[in-house]
């Protein structure tokens, strides 16, 4: 069974703070993992992809992934209103680009 | 870069109705993607295309589904004899042939009403 587990929020954050968003997939031969972002109504947009074990930073945001613990998480540092949005986590399964498999989303409210 | 581009934006119809939606990938990406999505969920897999071939089709997929790539360019999904279940946002990804793992981009998605 292919899973991708997002707890589904709203987490809500006070404006400047850092939001921790996390992931857990049941595949362990997965080897991409990717961070989603979508503003209701929209579609998704791709905020990060991490491929190793560690960090990844870009600007604000870090991934981070952990494949022993089947786990990705996704920091936001100094947290924007504008970064209100639903957080998708999307995992490869399988080494099969097809079996790009999402998670529900984490919806994330940052309170000015 | 156009991007992905979707049409239409929006379709209503009628139960039993057959409907096709279009999807115009990144010029450059080989692979061609169509999901679905509901409200409250993330975007479920529906199939994949690298260039005209059908690679893969979700099992969800009932036979009233059927998607074409015939020059490896633009595709079409078409739904036939529509049901209120239907209803949802259908989203067209695409990405590059590099490698497994490349990340999807996707268009504006075409959002269905079954009435």
């Known amino acids: 069974q292919k899973e991708v587990e997002q707890n589904s929020g709203p987490l809500s954050v006070p404006e400047g703070a850092i939001a921790s968003l996390n992931c857990t997939y049941s595949?362990?031969?997965?080897?991409?993992f990717f961070w989603y972002r979508q503003y209701s109504g929209k579609s998704p947009e791709l905020i990060m992809s991490?491929?190793?074990?560690g960090d990844k930073e870009d600007g604000r945001f870090t991934a981070q992934l952990n494949k022993a613990s089947q786990y990705v998480s996704l920091l936001i540092r100094d947290s924007q209103p504008s970064d209100s949005a639903t957080y998708l986590c999307?995992?490869?399964?399988?080494?099969?680009?097809?079996?790009?498999?999402f998670g529900k989303g984490t919806k994330l409210s940052v309170k000015p | 870069d156009t991007g992905v581009s979707q049409d239409p934006r929006h379709k209503i119809t009628k139960r039993g109705q057959n409907v096709t939606f279009r999807c115009d990938p990144i010029?450059?990406?080989?692979?061609l993607y169509w999901y679905r999505q509901t409200l409250g969920q993330g975007p479920e897999f529906l199939t994949y295309?690298?260039?005209?071939?059908?690679?893969?089709k979700s099992r969800l997929l009932s036979d009233r589904f059927s998607a074409e790539r015939p020059k490896g360019s633009f595709s079409t999904l078409e739904i036939q004899r529509t049901e209120q279940g239907d209803s949802a946002m259908y989203l067209c990804?695409?990405?590059?042939?590099?490698?497994?793992?490349?990340?999807?981009?996707f268009g504006n998605g075409t959002r269905l009403t079954v009435t």
């Open positions: 990804a695409s990405s590059p042939r590099d490698r497994d793992g490349s990340p999807l981009h």
């Open positions: 295309f690298q260039n005209e071939a059908q690679l893969e």
């Open positions: 595949d362990r031969v997965s080897q991409s």
């Open positions: 999307a995992v490869i399964y399988g080494g099969s680009q097809g079996n790009l498999i």
């Open positions: 991490i491929y190793s074990n």
């Open positions: 010029s450059e990406h080989n692979r």
